[in-house]
């Protein structure tokens, strides 16, 4: 991992853009969305949403979607603090409400995890409050695809909390996230009188099979007796669907391992017929960690080509 500045290596972010020639880029972690992200995607034929976090954070998330291929209907933004106000008072270490639970369950934390708040910043554990408001955030967008005409689509994208020992808080996120979409999915829908698929990428800070993963595609997890019924809908990732997660998605000195992901509404609309393919851990190009002078971010792009039905 090299001392890479900002100067040189948003300069290669946006030649690794460009090649990509997506028609939808989700991107997290944007902190630079007005003074670089903006302007410089728009040269390349790009308009864009973007949600920054909530409190004192600089960034947030962004789609930036190519004005010939689609054209945005309809937006709206998340943000993850709402959980705050579904906590009863008088509720301390453990609560239940609407389906989301937020207790002291946490899981084991990744090999060389860094500690990136400590725990005076983050306020008593024991305050389902305190955990749920995590100033983290998400966005949603219908589209209407210029082809096929008229088809819609949905995209969303996100970043959920980080620290592997607050899964409870993750899992209550990803809940939160889902039921969202669903719901907004029903207001795209009775708009605009379609079914549209759901794409859904973003940086989940949840590796293959643990809690929230597990949730996302099966509607299980270890926190509670849920089951595929109670997903308000079902997704899949489009790398298990067509090669197998990737062996990482973000390498660092001290830690590697997948946390990214795109996920999908699997119907006869949409289906994934090709996806990116990424280095593999031993790469020349990623021995010793990301960010460096081959892969400007500590995670790797990730990308899928759909077929759409129109």
């Not at 300069?11 to 003074?35: P, R, S």
């Not at 909530?54 to 010939?68: E, T, V």
């Not at 062996?247 to 590697?256: A, H, L, M, Q, Y």
Request: net charge negative; aromatic share 10%; hydrophobic share 35%.
């Amino acid at each position: 991992m090299c001392n890479y500045r900002w100067k040189a290596r948003s300069q290669a972010i946006l030649t690794i853009l460009k090649n990509l020639e997506a028609d939808f880029l989700c991107l997290q972690e944007v902190d630079e969305y007005d003074t670089f992200y903006k302007k410089n995607l728009e040269n390349l034929g790009y308009a864009s949403i973007h949600i920054q976090r909530s409190g004192k954070k600089r960034d947030g998330c962004g789609i930036f979607y190519k004005q010939n291929s689609a054209e945005l209907v309809i937006e709206e933004k998340i943000d993850y603090n709402d959980l705050v106000d579904t906590v009863e008072d008088g509720k301390t270490s453990s609560t239940e409400n609407d389906g989301v639970l937020v207790s002291g369950n946490r899981e084991e934390p990744k090999a060389g995890s860094e500690l990136k708040d400590s725990q005076t910043d983050r306020g008593d554990p024991n305050d389902p409050r305190v955990r749920l408001k995590r100033d983290c955030v998400g966005i949603m967008a219908a589209f209407r695809l210029k082809n096929p005409s008229s088809c819609h689509v949905i995209i969303a994208n996100t970043h959920l909390y980080w620290d592997p020992e607050w899964a409870d808080v993750k899992i209550a996120q990803a809940k939160y996230l889902l039921s969202r979409l669903a719901g907004f999915k029903d207001l795209v829908s009775d708009k605009f009188d379609c079914s549209p698929p759901i794409i859904l990428s973003g940086d989940f800070n949840s590796v293959p099979g643990d809690q929230v993963h597990q949730y996302l595609v099966s509607g299980t997890n270890s926190m509670g007796p849920e089951t595929a019924d109670d997903l308000p809908m079902p997704l899949s990732s489009v790398y298990a669907f067509t090669r197998g997660e990737p062996e990482f998605t973000n390498c660092t000195p001290g830690f590697t391992g997948t946390l990214d992901y795109i996920f999908f509404s699997p119907s006869g609309d949409i289906k994934p017929v090709s996806y990116l393919e990424l280095p593999e851990a031993e790469s020349s190009d990623v021995i010793g960690g990301l960010p460096n002078y081959f892969h400007p971010s500590d995670h790797l792009p990730i990308g899928a080509e759909f077929a759409v039905e129109a």
